[in-house]
């Protein structure tokens, strides 16, 4: 990490905090979920430094970007990826997001600004509109909240409980990230969510879904997507749930470096 930089940049009326490897080589942005941020990328960033550009932004909200005090829809969010490709003046890149940045990776790449190179979504939040009010009225907010009340000491220590298998310093990172959360943030939870069929029929570019055996999206929803959409491809990870490349990075890993080199080669 000591050769990546870290800087901000004025877009879509925000400033948005970004961590960059940079060098000449082809752009790869990473979006992250709520309640995480750039740097939560840090593992697959490693793997991907010496072939692609990787550019991790905190989106609206988390880490060392703007909290504005609303307007945390998911246009607002694919707005702020546009604007950071503008102004970072880069050639198209390759999006990839994960729950909430799968989501607004994926309506990004349906406005067909010809700026985009490829997909990746992540188990991406590709919910019914009934899951969409039952995670919107759960108490994922007030959990937050008292989270927020908490040293980072006591959050390492509850995510140390929670996940021991986890990495010292990805339990570091993610509790950093959450401490770095703001409540306006889960404004994004808000019904509805754009309609994900109509956006996955509309992408062009090489797209990857890849999800879990116990994530959100399921293999008979990712079935009935590539019928939507012939050219999207799919891939489950299994022995992984909603967090799947943290659960299995190296099968992760491998299947989003798998898939970039198909694109590379195209």
Known sequence: MKDWTSAICEANGINIHYTRIGGDKP???LLHG?????????????????????IMPDARGHGKSS???YGY???DHANDVAGLIKALRLSPPILLGHSMGGMTAAVAASRKLDILRGLVLADPTFLSPKVQREVRDSDVADQHRKILSMSLDQVI????TRHPNR????IELFANARLQTSMAAFDVLTPPNPDYKKLVSTIDVPCLLIFGDKGVVSS???????????KLQIEQIREAGHALHIDQPERFAAAVKSFLLSIDKS
């Not at 995480?36 to 490693?46: H, I, V």
């Not at 008979?220 to 012939?230: F, M, Q, Y």
């Open 167 to 170: 990495s010292q310093e990805t």
């Open 73 to 75: 829809g998911y246009e």
């Open 34 to 54: 709520l309640m995480t941020n750039g740097l939560c990328w840090t593992s697959l960033a490693r793997v991907l430094e010496n072939d692609y550009d990787v």
């Open 27 to 29: 752009p790869i942005i």
């Open 67 to 69: 909290a504005p005090e």
């Open 157 to 160: 220590a509850e995510a140390r």
């Open 220 to 230: 008979s929803a990712a079935e009935e997507l590539r019928l939507i959409n012939p």
